[in-house]
């Protein structure tokens, strides 16, 4: 059986290839499929744990994720995809008038 | 008299005990009148308005009458008594029935009843209140005739006997200040009923705020009172219980199921206070424990009374917060009547004689009480000498009469007070019922320049003010104010405390000037307003005399002026041999405790002694002095100088008495304008500067000032704020690591 810990730093190294994904890319559509990188990299560590332990609480974790994972792509994606129609552009760069 | 008429009188048509539950009705009555006139009287009408306020007086004057007739049954031989809840069981209150209706209000192990008692001083009190009040809103009907806040009226006036008919059947303290506030509040509202008129507005402030003063005393001598009988319960031993007729279980099981505060259980307090008891308390022990500890018993006793003094100063308008009594006149002249002269203003007169087991404890609070009594009165009285309005006069003869109520109270001649309090009532409510159909004829001139010749026109005003006037001087011998008053004088003169010997003659000697006072001032409203002829300045040419609502009262109560004299008579067999008056008869089982009290204690040597004919002739001739100068000033010296410049002297008197002593405007200088500019400072500095500067604006200024400069870090760059959230977590990621592995 493979260790625990090998997952745990598969996890961790998607965790952090998303993370940075998420701060560094322009492209509102790489962006979010690097907070997905994210999400999975919690969904096996959660899967991984729930392995040791032999019991179920981490799989029903990990489904939760994947609804909301899914709910927030639909909706995120609804959003990229208004914002293309209206500024032409999906580069999260130009989209800052949020401010003061 | 006929054995059976006899037995008619002794037993009351409803027996005691099946009347005493019923004893809340007598509020309630008016209480009810008050909301329905209050809340409905606009749509009810004049004439229902009138038929509700009336009934519910009258049927208030029906229910006390039995009250009344109950605490007299002696059915059978078998004298009304109860047990006394504060007392072992063989010790009764005679003459008496209560009902308590339970616990008002509970706070630890301090409680208050809402409790009922009538005895015979609340019985008579009751009398006068529902009687006299029925007779004065029966007049009102027809005085308020062209007011369109009749409705208003009518339930403010039956608010004020709903009020007062609690002061006086409260079996406790609180409940009576509950009577004495809501009789205040009556007062404010009567006093500025006219309140478009903004000086009227005014006088029911100033009475509320006065008496608020007094109010202020009362609460805290009750406050007093309470930790009293605390430490009294604390402290005391068999022998104290054993002189007051009780034990310490009963005492302590009628605290625990009737409250600190009631009367009887002060009552039982005072009894077992005096050195003689041999018990382990009395004036001079000092309390042990509790906020008062290190004073002695008799101290704060003083000190209670005094504060209650001024209580009673405000509500009864004596030195130094009479002020507010003489611009009350300001309200409607029924008003007047019932409210500042034949009830409300009685209520210090009553407190002091509810609680005059306490009052005999202590001389110093006594001659206090009498000297102010004394010196309120001979002011006023003198202060009536120059009034031009007729109200004015009639006000400040009134706090003129209290002023000798509270002389009587001070010495212990507690029954006279209450006489006179009675007599009073009917005199100076005629006096004022006369006034006010004077002023009714007469187009509202209440300037008795202005008047005159009016016993032609007003035939049965005149008689009945006549009659009063009478009354109230003594000029007539054989009137009830003479006898009452002569009572309390005479009772002031033979009466000492001991200590302060010279407060007797000190009082009686200004009992006299203040009687021949009072002859002068009268005979002066009475002459220049009845007598001579029509002044050419009346506002009308002819006066008309007031409709039968008006001069059927005023005759009931001229009538009650002249026979109540009969009470002050010695036809009553003293226990001990000898006579006593009716009145003093009538009262001793009220009285009774207080007499013991003062026996006990030794502080006031009480006289029981009645006047002799010499007396009375020579407190005539007092009086007679004062009319026969006003007869001369009035009817020979003034008329004939017409023209004339008038004497120099005279013209001095009269200013500083028209003036009213300055006294207004000494309490302005002194009290006014230093609270004023306290107010003015405080709202300039606390208000205007620290509340609204500093506090409300200096925490708008603050967030706005720092809302302006973090605003600067949003910058709507989403990363960024990815990133602060990233190195976040990061960092207490660091630091929960460290504490693993720390």
Same mark, same amino acid.
């Given at each position: 059986m493979v260790p625990i810990t090998y997952y745990l730093l598969l996890a961790a190294a998607l965790f952090c290839m998303g993370m940075f994904g998420v701060l560094v890319r322009t492209n509102a559509l790489v962006v979010f499929m690097c907070v997905e990188l994210m999400l999975n990299a919690v969904n096996l560590t959660f899967l991984a744990f729930a392995r040791m332990h032999g019991n179920s609480v981490g799989h029903v974790s990990a489904f939760f994720v994947i609804a909301v994972a899914a709910a927030e792509a639909a909706i995120g994606l609804a959003i990229v995809i208004a914002v293309f129609r209206s500024r032409g552009s999906v580069n999260v760069d130009d989209i800052r008038t949020m401010k003061h | 008299m006929d054995g059976s008429l006899v037995e008619f009188f002794r037993t @009351?048509?409803?027996p005691p005990e099946v009347f005493s539950?019923? =004893? /809340?009705l007598i509020i309630l009555l008016p209480l009810l009148g008050a909301f329905v006139c209050g809340v409905f009287g606009k749509w009810l009408g004049r004439a229902n308005v009138h038929l509700v306020a009336c009934s519910a007086i009258a049927g208030a004057f029906v229910l006390s009458l039995l009250a009344f007739w109950a605490t007299s049954d002696a059915a059978g031989g078998r004298v009304v008594s109860m047990v006394?809840? &504060?007392?072992?069981?063989?010790?009764t209150i005679r003459y008496a029935i209560a009902h308590d209706y339970g616990t008002w209000f509970a706070a630890g192990d301090f409680r208050v009843n809402f409790g009922l008692l009538v005895d015979h001083l609340s019985g008579i009190l009751l009398l006068i209140i529902t009687g006299v009040g029925f007779l004065i809103h029966l007049y009102s009907t027809s005085y308020m005739e062209?007011?369109? /806040?009749y409705w208003r009226f009518f339930a403010y006036l039956n608010l004020f006997v709903a009020a007062m008919l609690t002061l006086v059947m409260a079996d406790n303290l609180v409940l009576l200040f509950v009577g004495w506030e809501g009789v205040g509040m009556a007062s404010y509202l009567l006093i500025g009923?006219?309140? *478009?008129?903004s000086a009227k507005a005014w006088a029911g402030r100033k009475a509320f705020v006065t008496n608020r003063i007094g109010d202020f005393a009362f609460l805290i001598a009750t406050f007093l009172l309470i930790l009293t009988v605390g430490a009294f319960n604390r402290q005391a031993d068999a022998r104290d219980y054993n002189a007051a007729g009780s034990s310490r279980a009963r005492y302590e099981q009628g605290i625990s199921q009737r409250?600190?505060?009631t009367f009887k259980g002060l009552e039982k307090m005072a009894l077992a206070?005096?050195?003689?008891?041999?018990?382990?308390?009395?004036?001079a022990t000092p309390i042990e424990?509790?906020?008062? @500890?290190?004073?002695t018993f008799g101290g704060v006793m003083t000190a209670a009374l005094l504060l209650f003094l001024l209580g009673a100063a405000g509500k009864s308008a004596? =030195?130094?917060?009479?002020?507010?009594l003489p611009d009350a006149?300001?309200?409607?002249t029924p008003v007047s009547a019932l409210i500042?002269?034949?009830?409300m203003v009685t209520a210090g007169v009553y407190l002091f004689c509810r609680m005059s087991s306490l009052l005999v404890l202590s001389p110093t609070a006594m001659a206090t009480i009498a000297i102010v009594g004394a010196l309120t009165s001979l002011l006023a009285a003198l202060i009536a000498?120059?009034?031009?309005?007729i109200k004015k006069v009639l006000a400040y003869s009134t706090v003129s009469q209290l002023g000798i109520m509270f002389m009587g109270v001070g010495m212990g001649v507690f029954w006279a007070a209450a006489m006179h309090l009675m007599t009073h009532a009917f005199f100076k409510a005629c006096l004022f019922l006369g006034a006010g159909s004077v002023m009714h004829g007469n187009g509202?001139? *209440?300037?008795i320049k202005k008047l005159g010749g009016l016993w032609k026109e007003m035939k049965w005003t005149h008689a009945t003010f006549l009659i009063s006037t009478l009354a109230i001087t003594g000029? &007539?011998?054989?009137?009830s104010g003479f006898f009452s008053k002569d009572a309390i004088f005479h009772g002031v003169h033979h009466n000492h405390l001991h200590g302060l010997e010279w407060v007797s003659t000190f009082v009686y000697v200004m009992g006299l000037l203040i009687t021949a006072s009072t002859a002068f001032y009268m005979s002066r409203v009475y002459l220049l307003t009845f007598t001579g002829k029509r002044s050419k300045? #009346?506002?009308? @040419?002819h006066a008309h005399e007031s409709a039968w609502h008006m001069t059927l009262p005023l005759v009931i109560l001229a009538f009650l002026a002249f026979v109540t &004299?009969?009470? @002050?008579?010695?036809?009553m067999p003293r226990t001990g041999g000898g006579m006593q008056p009716v009145f003093e008869n009538f009262l001793s089982p009220v009285l009774r405790p207080a007499e013991a009290v003062a026996r006990a204690a030794e502080t006031v040597h009480l006289d029981t002694s009645t006047p002799a004919v010499g007396d009375y002739f020579f407190a005539w001739l007092v009086a007679l002095s004062g009319g026969a100068a006003a007869a001369f000033a009035y009817l020979k010296f003034f008329p004939s100088r017409v023209g004339q410049p008038v004497p120099a002297f005279a013209r001095a008197v009269r200013r500083t008495a028209v003036n009213k002593f300055y006294v207004d405007e000494l309490y302005e200088f002194i009290i006014i304008r230093p609270v004023k500019f306290t107010a003015f400072i405080l709202f300039r500095v606390?208000? #205007?500067?620290?509340?609204?500067?500093?506090l409300v604006r200096g925490t708008a200024y603050v967030t706005e000032k720092v809302g302006l400069g973090l605003?600067? =870090?949003? *910058? /709507?760059d989403a990363q960024a704020y990815a990133a602060i959230m990233a190195l976040a977590i990061l960092g207490g990621a660091v630091y929960a690591l460290l504490q693993v592995l720390s």
């Open positions: - | @009351a048509p409803i539950p019923s =004893l /809340g006394n809840p &504060f007392g072992l069981e063989r010790d062209h007011d369109d /806040g009923f006219w309140y *478009t008129d409250g600190p505060v206070l005096p050195e003689g008891t041999g018990g382990a308390v009395s004036l424990s509790g906020p008062l @500890a290190g004073y004596q =030195l130094p917060l009479y002020v507010w006149m300001a309200g409607p500042h002269a034949a009830t000498f120059a009034q031009d309005d509202d001139e *209440t300037d000029i &007539f011998p054989f009137m300045e #009346a506002k009308l @040419a &004299f009969v009470y @002050a008579l010695p036809l606390v208000d #205007a500067l620290v509340i609204d500067t500093v605003r600067r =870090l949003q *910058t /709507g």
